[in-house]
């Protein structure tokens, strides 16, 4: 019996997707739930699996076409049995496998694109032989010895290496959710009146906090570690309760202001920035909060976040210092009218009492909508952060 296989029914804020990578072909046998194909769409790659056992029979939408919610991209005969392969003949067998897009991750194949490796000499190691990322990358890092070459002939330049003076470029299509990531920043450099105002953090407490409880914190909650996050967003959170406009966003002329607290943690991933919500965090412990970042950090990383997961949103954090900013000027999260930039901490000479001391030092960026929120009331939110951070006893005091 043959069934359709068809794209996801999309949320109503994604219109459509781009069929990324099929991992099974026709006439190949595939087990229920294995998955069959990636659509990418503005935010999430959403994957495809076997409604059953059986052999997928026929592909309707190929890579890189646009698929609608709900259209029929492919067939599979329920229950049948792939055809039997012809036994290759043993110079073949010799050679190594084509590295075809249903043995390759869509993470590996995007890898080896960039760096130009052939993947026909990457040994997978993955199921099946499938290659993973790993795989690219050991390859890179310990590429074969070249074949020994008469003493008298000069050795052989690398294959990836360009002809003396030759002016190599290479052109590749930008992702669909890279596209929408470019046309939001745009929009919003357009559509909003964003100013950034500046402050600095002494995080000797927070540090001495997190040193002093570091161990027992992990001990007390089933291994979650004791970060800066946490306490960052427990701080933004009371300072949100204080200036509401900080929390609200614009809808046309009308002002809607949210009666709760749901704080985007922006997360770097290999497709791009996306920005996972942590619901309700007015209600969330520094544990819970701790807990919940390092889960969608994970499925970011595998590609596992889903649409809900990053819609909504009140408020937004980004932590550029992971990277070494020092500084930088974040931008607005639309709807949202304001995101909070954290960044490197680094030992400098501040004056204290009178006296030249060496602290670590974070600089804090608020970005903000001017068009909603006034130079004064975003300068007291950032200052009630400071505050907040510096005597973190504060955060539990709510004062």
């Not at 995101?339 to 670590?360: T, Y």
């Amino acid at each position: 019996m043959a069934i359709e296989i068809k794209a996801p029914t999309f949320p109503e804020s994604v219109q459509e997707g781009s069929l990324a990578t099929w991992h099974k072909q026709p006439g190949e046998q595939v087990s229920r739930d294995e998955l069959l194909v990636d659509i990418e769409t503005d935010k999430v790659v959403l994957e495809v699996v076997a409604p059953a056992d059986g052999v997928l029979s026929e592909v309707l939408a190929a890579e890189g076409d646009t698929v609608q919610s709900g259209q029929l991209i492919a067939k599979l005969e329920e229950g049948a049995a792939a055809a039997p392969q012809p036994a290759a003949a043993p110079a073949q067998a010799a050679a190594p496998a084509a590295a075809g897009d249903a043995q390759v991750n869509p993470a590996a194949k995007k890898l080896a694109e960039e760096r130009g490796i052939d993947l026909a000499t990457v040994s997978g190691s993955g199921k099946g032989g499938r290659i993973t990322k790993e795989d690219v990358l050991n390859h890179q890092a310990a590429p074969a010895a070249p074949a020994p070459a008469p003493a008298a002939a000069p050795a052989a330049l690398p294959a990836d290496l360009s002809a003396a003076g030759e002016r190599v470029e290479k052109r590749v299509p930008m992702t669909r959710m890279r596209k929408r990531i470019a046309e939001r920043l745009l929009e919003v450099t357009q559509n909003t009146a964003s100013l950034t105002t500046f402050n600095e953090v002494d995080m000797s407490a927070l540090m001495d906090l997190r040193k002093q409880f570091k161990e027992q914190f992990e001990k007390t909650h089933n291994g979650t570690r004791l970060g800066f996050m946490g306490l960052f967003v427990k701080a933004a959170v009371e300072a949100l309760k204080r200036y509401p406009s900080v929390n609200a966003s614009i809808d046309g002329n009308d002002i809607v202001y949210h009666g709760y607290q749901d704080v985007g943690v922006a997360v770097s991933s290999e497709r791009g920035l996306v920005v996972p919500v942590l619901r309700n965090a007015e209600n969330m412990s520094v544990a819970d909060i701790e807990g919940g970042v390092y889960e969608y950090a994970m499925k970011a990383r595998e590609g596992k976040l889903s649409i809900e997961e990053m819609s909504g949103g009140t408020f937004t954090i980004t932590n550029g210092g992971v990277f070494g900013s020092l500084l930088s000027t974040p931008i607005i999260n639309p709807p949202q009218t304001a995101i909070l930039g954290m960044h490197k901490i680094q030992d400098r000479p501040i004056a204290v009492d009178g006296q030249v001391v060496i602290r670590p030092m974070m600089y804090l960026a608020l970005s903000y909508d001017h068009r909603l929120i006034d130079g004064k009331e975003a300068v007291q939110f950032l200052v009630a952060i400071k505050e907040m951070i510096e005597n973190p006893a504060k955060i539990l005091l709510e004062i």
